[in-house]
């Protein structure tokens, strides 16, 4: 039976209400992207620690931390540098945190996949030449919008490509639906497509206007099959996180927050959205008798 979690800064950038909210909804874990208005590769020892104490303290994992790795276009070099030391960094810190899966992307999207594979493949070559010496670490590639890989197919292309061990897929189905160039159907196209290679899960829902332009929605009320999707994770027998990444707020967030996640401004009003998705999750797989 797969686990539930939620990332941190779509409840708060407070530790303590971050807890309350993973305790009264019975999750098993929390994902670290920002706390303290800072992003998980900026936290100091000190905050680490006390971060590391209390999720232990009250029984919660930490599925992944969500760093923003290649977040960065790929033609600038001195940024590629910085986030290689980021993916180094988040190796000391999975010490730290008892965490072993990083979370990243594949740079700022300029074209399909099919497009940009040689000039991502060429700059992935130093990922797991960093990987390599630390076997027990894995790096989630998330499909996202605004990055090269978007879908679930361009997701299992790339890591067929790579053909690592160390590199896998988170899968996004939310995410798919803002993917301007490609349509696919994130349940069951993309799924179906990106199941092999997927460590990690981010819950989020979408829906396309009249006008065809995509907005977050709450869990459940968007284009995305979710009834079927979690079905399909208990039938095909996932035992990962499902993490909620709720991105929908009582107020629309921007396009640069939404890209670019986490600080105080991200996480206003979070809480409520999160609690609302959360709800109507936790309904649906009682529904379908995942989790009562």
């Given at each position: 039976?797969?686990?539930?979690?939620?990332?941190?800064?779509?409840?708060?950038?407070?530790?303590?209400?971050?807890?309350?909210?993973?305790?009264?909804?019975?999750?098993?874990?929390?994902?670290?992207?920002?706390?303290?208005?800072?992003?998980?590769?900026?936290?100091?020892?000190?905050?680490?620690?006390?971060?590391?104490?209390?999720?232990?303290?009250?029984?919660?994992?930490?599925?992944?931390?969500?760093?923003?790795?290649?977040?960065?276009?790929?033609?600038?070099e001195?940024?590629?540098?910085e986030?290689?030391?980021?993916?180094r960094?988040?190796?000391?810190?999975g010490?730290?945190?008892s965490?072993?899966?990083?979370?990243?992307?594949?740079?700022?999207?300029?074209?399909?996949?099919?497009?940009?594979?040689?000039e991502?493949?060429?700059?992935?070559?130093?990922?797991?030449?960093?990987?390599?010496?630390?076997?027990?670490?894995?790096?989630?590639?998330?499909?996202?919008?605004?990055?090269?890989?978007?879908?679930?197919?361009?997701?299992?292309?790339?890591?067929?490509?790579l053909?690592?061990s160390?590199?896998?897929?988170?899968?996004?189905?939310?995410?798919?639906?803002?993917?301007?160039?490609?349509?696919?159907?994130?349940?069951?196209?993309?799924?179906?497509?990106?199941?092999?290679?997927?460590?990690?899960?981010?819950?989020?829902?979408?829906?396309?206007?009249?006008?065809?332009?995509?907005?977050?929605?709450?869990?459940?009320?968007?284009?995305?099959?979710?009834?079927?999707?979690?079905?399909?994770?208990?039938?095909?027998?996932?035992?990962?996180?499902?993490?909620?990444?709720?991105?929908?707020r009582?107020?629309?967030?921007?396009?640069?927050?939404?890209?670019?996640?986490?600080?105080?401004?991200?996480?206003?009003?979070?809480?409520?959205?999160?609690?609302?998705?959360?709800?109507?999750?936790?309904?649906?797989?009682?529904?379908?008798?995942?989790?009562?």
């Amino acid at each position: 039976m797969f686990k539930l979690s939620v990332i941190t800064d779509e409840v708060s950038q407070d530790l303590k209400t971050v807890v309350s909210f993973a305790k009264e909804y019975g999750l098993d874990g929390v994902e670290v992207r920002t706390l303290w208005n800072k992003n998980i590769v900026q936290m100091s020892k000190a905050e680490l620690r006390e971060l590391k104490a209390t999720l232990d303290g009250e029984g919660l994992e930490i599925p992944s931390m969500a760093t923003p790795f290649f977040k960065c276009g790929i033609d600038d070099e001195a940024k590629v540098k910085e986030h290689l030391d980021i993916l180094r960094k988040s190796i000391d810190l999975g010490h730290e945190l008892s965490c072993r899966l990083i979370r990243g992307f594949t740079f700022w999207r300029k074209g399909s996949y099919q497009k940009l594979r040689d000039e991502v493949l060429a700059q992935f070559q130093e990922v797991v030449r960093i990987l390599n010496p630390a076997p027990e670490f894995v790096l989630g590639i998330e499909n996202e919008a605004a990055t090269t890989v978007g879908t679930g197919n361009e997701l299992a292309e790339f890591l067929s490509d790579l053909d690592s061990s160390q590199v896998r897929g988170i899968w996004d189905p939310g995410n798919v639906v803002f993917v301007e160039d490609i349509e696919e159907t994130p349940y069951p196209d993309g799924y179906e497509a990106a199941k092999e290679y997927m460590i990690h899960f981010h819950l989020k829902d979408a829906k396309k206007d009249a006008e065809g332009k995509p907005h977050w929605t709450l869990v459940g009320e968007g284009d995305i099959d979710y009834e079927g999707q979690f079905a399909a994770l208990a039938r095909d027998g996932y035992t990962g996180f499902v993490s909620l990444e709720t991105h929908w707020r009582p107020k629309e967030l921007s396009k640069e927050l939404v890209d670019r996640p986490g600080g105080g401004a991200y996480s206003e009003g979070g809480n409520v959205g999160s609690r609302l998705c959360m709800e109507s999750t936790l309904r649906m797989l009682e529904k379908l008798g995942i989790r009562g």
